[in-house]
């Protein structure tokens, strides 16, 4: 199971990737635009910097299911590495288990802001607010997919190692 679930999140990494490398030039353009406009013109547009910070955010919540599911988000390793190999893998497991309870409350408030501002126009696109506010939900649902496949993977090893021993 647990690898038929992996495959399907290869999947979805590689979906994530390609709106990745979409998304971070279109960004890096648009911003490069809004400065060249501002310093060299000595004029601004509203529309470029709301969409370069709507796009860093979007892209910040595409890439850190990315990081969770490579386990290279920021932590602090100095007391999980004095455990035995065994106790970090419980200890995983119980971090990332809290953590999904942490990000399912959170998907949870994140969908009633998101149902609060679906009349709210953004001044610059002239898009709804539910828009950028939904990369929030989006992401969240990603990073407790990949939270979950951690879990799953680390019992599998708990398993493994008890079975060889």
């Not at 490398?21 to 004029?43: D, E, G, H, K, T």
């Not at 601004?44 to 910040?60: D, Q």
């Not at 919540?61 to 920021?74: E, F, G």
């Amino acid at each position: 199971m647990t690898k038929a679930y992996s495959k399907f999140l290869d999947i979805l990494e590689k979906i994530q990737r390609t709106i990745l490398a979409v998304s971070v030039p279109v960004m890096v353009f648009v911003m490069i635009y809004q400065v060249i406009l501002r310093y060299v013109f000595s004029n601004s547009n509203a529309w470029s910097e709301e969409l370069t910070r709507y796009l860093f955010i979007f892209n910040v919540m595409m890439a850190s299911a990315i990081a969770v599911r490579r386990n290279s988000h920021l932590q602090i390793d100095i007391l999980i590495n004095c455990f035995s190999p065994k106790l970090k893998r419980i200890f995983t497991i119980g971090a990332t288990l809290v953590g999904i309870v942490f990000l399912g409350m959170l998907f949870i408030y994140c969908l009633d802001l998101c149902g609060q501002a679906v009349g709210n126009i953004s001044p610059g696109v002239g898009i709804s607010m539910a828009v950028p506010y939904a990369t929030m939900p989006v992401g969240i649902v990603l990073m407790i997919l990949t939270s979950i496949e951690v879990v799953l993977k680390n019992i599998d090893e708990l398993r493994n190692k008890e079975v060889a021993e």
